[in-house]
């Protein structure tokens, strides 16, 4: 998973990669197989969790006033700065961001799984859709091609009395093509998208689904679906 996010302050996380990778020297070069060697940071917390009880023990509440949504993410998901956001080719602005399965590749920084919240105009089944293709497109294609994404069926939801919808969009692009070998190929971004008293607000979960060896490990499927079920106004 590309990350392709911005600090108010204008720094990227790119740019903190190459820093890193200045430090974790053996994050750069190639392995005997000629695929890029990636190193696993360790996880670090920049932001602070939400003093709401999770209902998963263990777990970390993230609550976003600006949406009105509250949802949950596992302990080993690192709770990004606060001044960080990530912009889909929709327009759709996230904050709140989690991050989980963070690596190092030739002096970038790339992910394994993230989550992010925001408000966006429009019905939540349409924003729903609109929001998990672009940002499916946005993480998946490479500078040679673009990812093809599939989108299911729209599924309505009710949570706590808010209604919204429920959409997963799976990307993937050829892995013998790819222009960026470092980025993963294969992914799924879900979003749940409710009618709130701010308006519509979402809840973006985006995972890697291709596996990169045991160094940088897939997000665990349980988790993710406690993380998508788990999105609840705040009350």
Not at 8 to 32: P, T, Y
Not at 130 to 157: C, H, M, N
Request: with cysteine; net charge negative.
């Amino acid at each position: 998973m590309r990350n392709q996010r911005v600090a108010i302050a204008g720094l990227s996380l790119a740019v903190v990669g190459v820093v890193l990778g200045a430090v974790v020297l053996v994050g750069a070069g190639e392995d005997e197989s000629g695929a890029p060697r990636v190193t696993a940071v360790p996880l670090t917390r920049t932001r602070a969790a939400s003093p709401a009880s999770p209902s998963r023990a263990g777990w970390q509440v993230v609550d976003d006033a600006d949406t009105g949504l509250r949802y949950e993410v596992p302990s080993e998901w690192a709770l990004a700065p606060d001044s960080e956001t990530l912009e889909s080719s929709s327009g759709t602005v996230l904050g709140h961001l989690t991050d989980f399965g963070t690596y190092l590749c030739q002096g970038a920084e790339y992910g394994r799984a993230f989550s992010g919240s925001g408000r966006v105009d429009g019905d939540p089944a349409e924003v729903a859709t609109e929001v998990a293709a672009a940002i499916a497109a946005d993480q998946y294609s490479d500078g040679s091609q673009t990812a093809k994404v599939t989108l299911s069926r729209p599924t309505p939801v009710v949570r706590d009395g808010a209604r919204g919808t429920v959409i997963r969009a799976e990307a993937e692009v050829m892995a013998d093509a790819v222009a960026d070998r470092c980025a993963s190929t294969r992914g799924v971004v879900t979003v749940v998208a409710l009618a709130t008293s701010v308006g519509t607000a979402v809840v973006v979960l985006g995972a890697d689904t291709d596996d990169r060896g045991p160094a940088v490990p897939l997000a665990d499927p349980d988790a993710l679906r406690g993380i998508t079920d788990s999105v609840r106004p705040r009350g």
